[in-house]
């Protein structure tokens, strides 16, 4: 399968051009957009913008729970590429398993984006095991990724286990706690033991994981350089235990 690079871009709230372009130059080659965030646009401009191919790049869209009825997965993925100026995404994911949702009639339109080139491989995202489980009956193509929530405030640890066994990246959203990963006592704590911040030590302790690759979203070049960097972090086995152990249950995107 592709290899997914283990820090990519989130690029929820990003609506300028040139920090997309900054952050290719910089080394992210993953970008995370969506219908949703109104930014393809957005991302499609600072890829032009950047020195890179569009072929050096791995760029990934979702469809908005309103638009996954089978002739809206086509027309709204087809509209998708042309704000996003390419003839082809890397990842089409389903956003949520909500709204216009039907596994029988939603992933049939998935497959048939795939045959027809508009699509290299098929996303869900912010699925549970019984829905992975039931999307699998439904999709021909194998699921590439589950994107969901992931930080040391809200561990999904049954998805993680069902991507191990199944053989697809877990993509870890909002992995900075959505700008808390400095409220976290244990995450504090092992930060100033290796000199290094919380945010490093988040997306160092994720993208040690087997499987996991992790998207934050950073706006300022020091946060986007901080955050590829983070990847080269080690932590030693006791602070993956401490933030493995976290009891502290807080979802920021509930269904
Ligand atoms: N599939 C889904 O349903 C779903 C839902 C939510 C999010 N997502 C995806 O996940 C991405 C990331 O999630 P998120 O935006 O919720 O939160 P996040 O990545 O956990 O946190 C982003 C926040 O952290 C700050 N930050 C980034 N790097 C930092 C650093 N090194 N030091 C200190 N602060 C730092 C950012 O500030 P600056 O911007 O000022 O740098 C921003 O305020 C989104 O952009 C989106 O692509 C997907």
Request: net charge negative; aromatic share 6%; with cysteine.
């Given at each position: 399968?592709?290899?997914?690079?283990?820090?990519?871009?989130?690029?929820m709230?990003?609506?300028?051009?040139?920090?997309?372009?900054?952050?290719?130059?910089?080394?992210?080659?993953h970008?995370?957009?969506?219908?949703?965030?109104d930014?393809?646009?957005?991302?499609?401009?600072?890829?032009?913008?950047?020195?890179?191919?569009?072929?050096e790049?791995?760029?990934?869209t979702?469809?908005?729970?309103?638009?996954?009825?089978?002739?809206?997965?086509?027309?709204?993925?087809?509209?998708?590429?042309?704000?996003?100026?390419?003839?082809?995404?890397?990842?089409?994911?389903?956003?949520?398993?909500?709204?216009?949702?039907?596994?029988?009639?939603?992933?049939?339109?998935?497959?048939?984006?795939?045959?027809?080139?508009?699509?290299?491989?098929?996303?869900?995202?912010?699925?549970?095991?019984?829905?992975?489980?039931?999307?699998?009956?439904?999709?021909?193509?194998?699921?590439?990724?589950?994107?969901?929530?992931?930080?040391?405030?809200?561990?999904?640890?049954?998805?993680?286990?069902?991507?191990?066994?199944?053989?697809?990246?877990?993509?870890?959203?909002?992995?900075?706690?959505?700008?808390r990963?400095?409220?976290?006592?244990?995450v504090?704590?092992?930060?100033?033991?290796?000199?290094?911040?919380?945010?490093?030590i988040?997306?160092?302790?994720?993208?040690?994981?087997?499987?996991?690759?992790?998207?934050?979203?950073?706006?300022?070049?020091?946060?986007?350089?901080?955050?590829?960097?983070?990847?080269?972090?080690?932590?030693?086995?006791?602070?993956?235990?401490?933030?493995?152990?976290?009891?502290?249950?807080?979802?920021?995107?509930?269904?």
């Amino acid at each position: 399968m592709d290899t997914l690079q283990s820090i990519g871009l989130g690029t929820m709230g990003i609506d300028d051009p040139e920090t997309i372009a900054r952050a290719i130059e910089l080394g992210y080659s993953h970008l995370d957009t969506a219908q949703i965030y109104d930014n393809e646009r957005v991302v499609g401009q600072g890829v032009e913008r950047s020195s890179l191919d569009r072929e050096e790049l791995f760029v990934a869209t979702k469809v908005w729970i309103d638009k996954l009825a089978p002739k809206a997965v086509v027309d709204s993925t087809e509209a998708s590429l042309g704000r996003l100026g390419m003839d082809t995404v890397d990842l089409l994911y389903v956003h949520r398993p909500r709204g216009d949702y039907e596994p029988a009639e939603t992933l049939p339109a998935f497959d048939e984006l795939r045959d027809s080139g508009h699509i290299e491989h098929v996303g869900v995202s912010n699925f549970t095991v019984p829905q992975l489980e039931r999307a699998r009956d439904h999709l021909e193509a194998p699921i590439f990724a589950n994107q969901v929530e992931y930080h040391p405030l809200y561990q999904p640890e049954a998805a993680l286990e069902d991507a191990r066994e199944h053989e697809y990246y877990l993509v870890a959203y909002s992995p900075l706690a959505n700008g808390r990963a400095g409220d976290i006592p244990e995450v504090v704590e092992i930060a100033n033991k290796h000199n290094a911040t919380p945010q490093a030590i988040c997306l160092a302790w994720l993208t040690a994981k087997d499987n996991v690759v992790a998207i934050p979203k950073a706006s300022s070049e020091a946060h986007l350089r901080a955050n590829l960097e983070a990847a080269d972090l080690e932590l030693d086995p006791e602070d993956h235990d401490a933030i493995d152990g976290i009891e502290r249950e807080e979802e920021i995107f509930p269904e």
